[in-house]
């Protein structure tokens, strides 16, 4: 099928760019449209027998509201943000094409798809479903199959209490006082690596928000980690180290 031609919108930058190059390397054309370059929607969905939606979060229920609409019946849809549940309900809503949700769990720093983690969230179709998986799994990519539903509970832990943790120390840190150049005079090869965590996430805060805010599953994580870490407070101000060892090995539980 390597006469299939693919449309990103918003492949101009992060992860977008990493799947146009993948996908031109297999010997596909690639469309890539960004805010003021590239094709238009419709001229996109008529053109193209596969479109992919990479853009933030926070618009890409409204850009795939727009290209739905444009989609042939034999067509394939999909999305590539770290939320599947609103994006898949939006793409099945507004389009009568196969729909297909994808999280890459990699950013686009990765060389390869070699031993990488891609989930997959098939919600209408399998044609295309068939030629996608098979296109991952030749270049070495371990595949999940699950519903959006799901994809979200296991990203409000794997994501939004990493992320939660990250914001948590690195505000910490810089509440502080104490200058960046003082704490790496001192640091571990752990907390080196902590600050570099640190600095990636605060380097794109609107990105990480979106992550943390839009997930409803976090909520209730959120509330649960509120309540750890007013115990963890407590132990701690009291010096209780028994009490604290068995919080740690979960003889007690929090």
Not at 51 to 71: D, F, L, N, Q, R
Not at 160 to 172: A, V
Not at 211 to 238: E, F, S
Not at 242 to 252: M, Q
């Amino acid at each position: 099928m390597k006469h299939v031609t693919i449309g990103i919108i918003g492949g101009t930058g992060g992860i977008g760019r990493w799947f146009a190059r993948f996908f031109e390397e297999q010997g596909f054309t690639v469309h890539v449209a960004g805010r003021k370059s590239g094709m238009d929607i419709p001229a996109m969905a008529k053109a193209c027998s596969v479109v992919i939606v990479s853009v933030p979060i926070g618009a890409t229920i409204g850009v795939i509201k727009k290209i739905g609409p444009y989609m042939k019946r034999n067509s394939l849809l999909m999305d590539l943000t770290s939320l599947k549940e609103e994006p898949v309900k939006a793409m099945l809503a507004s389009s009568r094409s196969e729909v297909t949700g994808l999280h890459p769990l990699f950013g686009p720093s990765v060389r390869s798809l070699k031993n990488q983690n891609i989930v997959l969230c098939p919600a209408r179709g399998k044609h295309w479903l068939t030629w996608l998986r098979a296109i991952l799994e030749k270049k070495g990519a371990h595949i999940v199959e699950t519903t959006p539903e799901d994809h979200d509970e296991m990203m409000a832990v794997v994501q939004g209490l990493t992320h939660l943790n990250t914001m948590t120390m690195g505000i910490m840190v810089r509440e502080s006082g104490i200058d960046r150049a003082g704490l790496e005079k001192f640091s571990t090869p752990t907390f080196r690596k902590k600050l570099k965590l640190i600095d990636r996430v605060f380097s794109r805060p609107g990105l990480y928000a979106e992550i943390i805010t839009g997930n409803p599953a976090l909520r209730p994580l959120a509330r649960r980690y509120a309540h750890i870490a007013a115990q963890l407070k407590k132990v701690t101000l009291q010096k209780d180290r028994d009490l604290l060892v068995a919080l740690i090995t979960g003889r007690r539980r929090p």
